[in-house]
């Protein structure tokens, strides 16, 4: 089984519909983090979270929401979707607590697309 | 600030070798290496530090210079399954989060 898993892996919506994509992890790590993909840009961070009472904006964070349910468990939420959030949508965990030197381990990805 | 990858794409023959290079505007405290298959997620590299050794992965070595602020990614004698695209992810500081670059687009041919 996978160590990080992402649901829905693709998704269609139309503009101002409420979405959420989820994230679940059994690898065990404290840190977790929702990237955007888009072409030509590389991964963008949305946000990002230490444990369930942290989380963080990234550098594109307008737009979006986030939760942390659980150790293992962080969701991403487009509250009213616009076409420009059309993109790939990457989850990633980490272990420790050294941000700029731990590898991070990503999910499959999740398609998402407004229409 | 992302840091600027070079060159954007490049199409290699197996065999040949690549250099791809991953900059910065300001001191480096730690630049990670990342690659994607076309359709899958990213999978780490390697990782280097301020002020430590040329790091390698099989044919695929890295370099860390702080005075160009600059890191390089070399592919010796590429194979088929080199192809992908390569991101550097850089963090100026310890204790900051890395920022991903545009990524280099590898396409290694037959």
């Known amino acids: 089984d996978a160590d990080v898993t992402q649901t829905p892996r693709n998704r269609i919506t139309k503009t101002g519909k409420r979405i959420m994509l989820e994230c679940s992890q059994t690898?065990?790590?404290?840190?977790m983090y929702w990237y955007r993909q888009d072409p030509g840009l590389g991964l963008r961070l949305i946000y990002y979270?230490?444990?369930?009472?942290?989380?963080n904006k990234g550098e594109i964070s307008d737009g979006y929401s986030v939760s942390r349910q659980a150790q293992a468990k962080f969701s991403l939420s487009l509250e009213s979707a616009i076409p420009n959030q059309t993109a790939l949508y990457f989850c990633?965990?980490?272990?420790?607590?050294?941000?700029?030197?731990?590898?991070?381990?990503f999910g499959p990805g999740t398609r998402l697309t407004v229409l | 600030q992302q840091p600027v990858q070079s060159p954007q794409a490049v199409i290699l023959r197996e065999g040949e070798d690549a250099v791809i290079n991953c900059s910065s505007s300001k001191a480096l405290y730690s630049v990670h290496w990342y690659r994607q298959k076309h359709g899958e997620a990213p999978v780490f590299l390697m990782i280097l530090l301020k002020g430590g050794e040329q790091k390698g992965h099989e044919k695929i070595s890295a370099s860390f210079n702080e005075k160009k602020q600059q890191s390089s990614l070399y592919l010796t004698a590429s194979q088929l399954s080199y192809s992908g695209t390569y991101f550097c992810?850089?963090?100026?500081?310890?204790?900051?989060?890395?920022?991903f670059g545009p990524g280099t687009r590898l396409s290694v041919l037959p």
């Open positions: 990633a965990t980490a272990r420790g607590v050294r941000k700029s030197t731990d590898t991070q381990y």
């Open positions: 690898k065990g790590h404290d840190r």
């Open positions: 992810g850089i963090a100026k500081a310890y204790g900051q989060n890395f920022v």
């Open positions: 979270s230490f444990d369930v009472k942290d989380i």
